[in-house]
């Protein structure tokens, strides 16, 4: 009996060693730019692609450390507009394209710079929720980051993130011209960003 319970409270005790596992709170900054999402196939519109425009996002987010591995959860506010472009010519429409974005991303370390820098690799999926000119539609795409963590302060934890996101068409078919067709909506961003461990 006595050896039960000295197995349970080592086990409990490791649980909640902070070496274990560690909570965080955190916010990311991010500069993001969309590719993707409808094209035209006839060459006859002088704006030939359309999707969304790109620009910042504001994240916050929930993350379980463990020595190697972690799990996010992050959500995103951007208003990334609508863009009509051609090589020579981009127009954003700012007064429509707002998204709020729900990823969920696991983590694993693959190596280091310095004493105390860590460099991770971040995967999940993306759920989309896209607002066009009061038109809602939902997406889900995928994620996938680089990222550069160094330590500020004992609490403090700066980021660098390098990420990747694609998912089907923003556009609905019934949004296009014939003569365009939906491609997938791609997005790529420069983050920066700061957690405090609890």
């Given at each position: 009996?006595?050896a039960?319970?000295?197995?349970?409270f080592?086990?409990?005790?490791?649980?909640c060693?902070?070496?274990?596992a560690?909570?965080?709170l955190?916010?990311?900054?991010?500069t993001n730019?969309y590719r993707?999402?409808?094209?035209d196939t006839?060459s006859?519109?002088v704006t030939p692609?359309?999707?969304?425009g790109?620009?910042p996002?504001f994240?916050?987010?929930?993350n379980?450390a463990?020595k190697?591995?972690?799990?996010t959860?992050?959500?995103s506010?951007?208003n990334?507009?609508?863009a009509?472009?051609?090589?020579e010519?981009?127009?954003?429409?700012?007064?429509t394209?707002?998204l709020?974005?729900?990823?969920?991303?696991?983590?694993?370390r693959?190596?280091?710079i310095g004493?105390?820098g860590?460099i991770?690799?971040?995967?999940?999926?993306?759920l989309?929720l896209?607002?066009?000119?009061?038109?809602?539609?939902?997406?889900?795409?995928?994620?996938?980051?680089a990222v550069?963590?160094?330590?500020?302060?004992?609490r403090?934890?700066?980021?660098?993130?390098?990420?990747g996101?694609a998912?089907?068409?923003?556009?609905n078919?019934?949004?296009?011209?014939?003569?365009?067709?939906r491609?997938?909506t791609?997005?790529y961003?420069?983050?920066?960003?700061l957690?405090?461990?609890?």
């Open positions: 009996m006595r039960r319970l000295l197995n349970v080592l086990l409990s005790s490791a649980v060693s902070p070496t274990a560690q909570w965080h955190g916010t990311e900054l991010t730019t993707g999402t409808a094209r006839s006859t519109h692609n359309g999707g969304p790109g620009g996002a994240s916050l987010l929930v379980r463990w190697r591995t972690g799990a959860l992050r959500i506010y951007a990334p507009g609508f009509v472009t051609s090589p010519l981009r127009v954003i429409d700012k007064t394209g707002t709020v974005e729900v990823t969920s991303l696991v983590s694993t693959v190596g280091g004493p105390s860590a991770r690799i971040e995967l999940g999926p993306a989309h896209w607002d066009y000119s009061g038109e809602y539609r939902t997406r889900f795409g995928g994620v996938g980051a550069y963590d160094w330590p500020v302060s004992s403090f934890t700066g980021s660098v993130r390098l990420e996101s998912s089907s068409s923003w556009l078919a019934n949004e296009v011209p014939p003569e365009f067709e491609h997938l791609w997005r961003g420069v983050g920066l960003g957690r405090y461990r609890l």
